[in-house]
């Protein structure tokens, strides 16, 4: 028994909307690597998608907001709704839901805590949000039902409960879609970076390998770079040029789109 | 008294999920305008999205689609969810479910019918979805608590209950949005139409005029359309060529969009 636990869930119970669910598409990049912050339960060792419940009183966005925080302490990053996912299946099968998901909750929260159970029971629909964060500033914190948050490289991710995978999945297309028309990375990229970091973002987004020296090309005809000076070292000659984002230029663009004008 | 919309709501509140819904942004083209499917309310005369509730065991996607259906006869047409509204004021105000609407929808439903005002005083949060549709296949139908369902002009809309103006705006950012990597105009406009109905269009949700034959050179470079000839009538020479859209170029460019590309 963990009165934690117990206090925790009734709360959500008594305090949160029944039927509603955030889901968080927490994306970053790392190692030349897009990345994804999961969360892996305690017991039963699957990996999940942060999220969380709606409260009474709280506007959704708000709610996923505070999730995002309580996993990542990073607040007023950019958050996006992409998509809600409304499958009469998704957590039911046959209208019944899953006896194993039961027993694993109960495992889970060392309880039965037959309110909670009961509560969660109910058919959710859930609305994801991505959020693009910078890796050195999130701090992963893993939440009550969890044993771990870590970031999982998107090319290879474990396998998730539920529709989490299809929920990843509308994410990134979402982004790729996005790719069209609005140029992105000033969140995910540190202040400095190569164009090569810059091409394998895209590459982990776009799920294709891009041809170096015209993707190079296009994005620095964008006029949203600046240059900066090779550091003076013994193999300076070979090191990449580092760039950084101009922030104002940046921002006239994505106002003004880079995608088909009529 | 009513029984039949006694009978009606009744089953709403047995067979629908409480605190979820739908609202239509039902778009059609027609005498050069951008149009919007609205329902005017019975006793009120307040104007609304058409809109509706989730069955138990229906898939949210399913739902939009009956709703669609039930409102305008129309099957199997492009429907796009765009976003879901959760603000906690949308539908109550500091937390109470607006007196006037309670009473509003007594009135309107010739009946207290309490069971079903209880179920709809919670709390709702809405998923939009948009259709583009032919109006000259459309046969609207109002719903139980509307006296009329008609086109309006999306540039002089009536006031709109809630928060349906915002979903309307946000429904057209979307639409604006996919015109950055998209061409549209296929399920909106008649088999055979002029450069200036497509321009209309497009006009009407770009929200700005463009320029004649600048757009139009722009849409035929784009291969999609095939040109007809003018009918030999005597003011032939001045009738505007008629178009259709080559429907193998026009899905093969939605393939490939119309956007930047890396």
Redesign the interface.
């Known amino acids: 028994m963990n009165q934690n636990l117990i206090d925790l869930t009734s709360q959500i119970v008594d305090d949160c ?4 669910s955030i889901d968080c598409v927490i994306l970053g990049y790392g190692n030349q690597q897009l990345k994804i912050l999961l969360l892996q339960w305690k017991y039963s060792q699957e990996w999940t998608l942060p999220g969380g419940f ?1 409260k ?6 708000n ?1 996923a907001y505070r999730i995002l925080e309580e996993r990542t302490g990073l607040r007023s990053v950019f958050l996006n ?1 992409f ?2 996912f ?4 998704r957590s039911h099968e046959n ?1 019944v839901f899953q006896a194993k998901r039961k027993e694993k909750l109960q495992k889970i929260l060392e309880t039965e805590n037959p309110g909670f159970i009961d509560w969660i029971q109910k ?1 959710f ?1 859930t ?1 994801g949000y991505f959020a693009l964060v910078d890796i050195a500033k999130a701090k992963p914190h893993p939440d009550y039902l969890s044993e771990t948050c870590e970031w999982k490289p998107v090319d290879s991710l474990p396998g998730l409960i539920m529709d989490h995978r299809a929920i990843v999945d509308k994410a990134l297309e979402h982004l790729r ?1 996005q ?3 609005l140029p992105i990375g000033i969140s995910l990229l540190p202040n400095k970076f190569t164009m090569l970091d810059l091409q394998k973002l ?1 590459e982990g987004i ?1 799920l294709k390998p ?1 041809e170096r020296s015209n ?1 190079q090309r ?1 994005m620095l005809n964008l006029g949203i770079f600046n240059r900066h000076e090779k550091q003076l070292t013994g193999a300076a000659n070979k090191a990449p040029y580092l760039y950084s984002f101009d922030k104002d230029a940046y921002h006239k663009l994505i106002e003004k ?6």
Do not use: H, P, V
Not at 56 to 61: A, G, I, L, T, Y
């Open positions: 909307l029944q039927g509603n709606i009474k009183d709280e506007d959704m966005d709610a709704q998509y809600t409304g499958s009469s299946e209208g058919r629909i609305t879609i790719l069209n028309y895209y776009l891009l993707f296009k789109g880079i995608g088909f004008t009529y």
